[in-house]
């Protein structure tokens, strides 16, 4: 966002670097930013983007960690859900493995999201 002028969706970097999901993200922040314009107030929509979850750097952090992993990381990271998931386990996962924290954080914020099955999904598939 500069002066009279926003950027949204792909163009603004919104897309998410995990599920690459962009679709939902290009449409709320479209309609977001246009209502910030109709009110004449465009830093509403700086301050929507910086403040959404949706948006969070935690699932930048994430892909590069999850990007350098082989199976063996995979297996590991997800030891601790191996009978299902729950916050319980997800914070032993994060003081067992800290440096993994941007990944947990990330499923964390996707389950609240309601991005549950693509995040998973795609952490399960590669452990099979
Ligand atoms: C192969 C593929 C599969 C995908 N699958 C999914 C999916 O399953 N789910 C999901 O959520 N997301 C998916 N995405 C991502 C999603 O398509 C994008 O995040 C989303 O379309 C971004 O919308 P946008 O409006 O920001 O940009 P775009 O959809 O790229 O729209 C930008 C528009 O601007 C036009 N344009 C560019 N330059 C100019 C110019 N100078 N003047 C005028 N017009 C211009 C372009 O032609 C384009 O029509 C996928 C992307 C790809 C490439």
Redesign the pocket.
Known sequence: MDGRCAI????ACL?NPLC???????LLS?REAARAMADGRLERYQRWVSRNPMFSPHFMGAHDTFASWGPEEIADAMGPFRKGYSLARGAYAMMRRPRWAEVYMSVYIAFNLGWRCRILNRLKSSVQ
């Open positions: 949204v969706g792909d163009a897309a690459f999901g962009g679709i939902g993200a290009a479209g």
